[in-house]
């Protein structure tokens, strides 16, 4: 998998760090680690980002915690709504981990 898609409303926190994990579900949890993935907008397919997959951990609906919260830029009420809404049938979910890829960085690796 080389692509992911966010939707428009999360742009600005992935952008500026504020995101830095997002919630799939198994149909979206088979990136490589260590992978640089393009970022596109869900709506428009348009790409704004590159980013490096650290991690990614499964986790039960009922598992989501402050933690992923706060590494979302949400509340947990907030980010459990998202999730539900997003995913209203599913109670298996993975966290992916990821950093935001700098193009100069990523130039002198
Ligand atoms: C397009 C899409 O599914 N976007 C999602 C889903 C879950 N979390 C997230 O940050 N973005």
Same mark, same amino acid.
């Given at each position: 998998?080389? #692509?992911?898609?966010?939707?428009? %409303?999360?742009?600005? *926190?992935?952008? *500026? ?7 799939? !579900?198994?149909s979206e949890k088979d990136f490589a ?11 428009? &397919? ?15 609906? &009922? ?8 590494? /979302? *830029?949400?509340?947990?009420? #907030? ?5 539900? !809404?997003?995913?209203? *049938?599913? !109670?298996?979910?993975?966290?992916? &981990?990821?950093?935001?890829?700098? #193009? /100069? /960085?990523? %130039?002198?690796?």
């Amino acid at each position: 998998m080389t #692509e992911i898609t966010f939707y428009q %409303c999360f742009q600005t *926190n992935i952008l *500026n760090g504020t995101k830095t994990i997002t919630i799939r !579900d198994a149909s979206e949890k088979d990136f490589a680690i260590g992978s640089i993935v393009d970022v596109f907008t869900y709506e428009q &397919h348009q790409w704004f980002a590159k980013i490096k997959i650290l991690a990614i951990t499964p986790i039960s609906y &009922h598992q989501l915690n402050d933690t992923h919260a706060s590494q /979302e *830029n949400m509340t947990l009420p #907030e980010l459990k709504q998202v999730i539900r !809404d997003i995913y209203p *049938n599913t !109670d298996q979910l993975y966290v992916i &981990h990821y950093q935001l890829v700098n #193009e /100069e /960085e990523r %130039c002198r690796q």
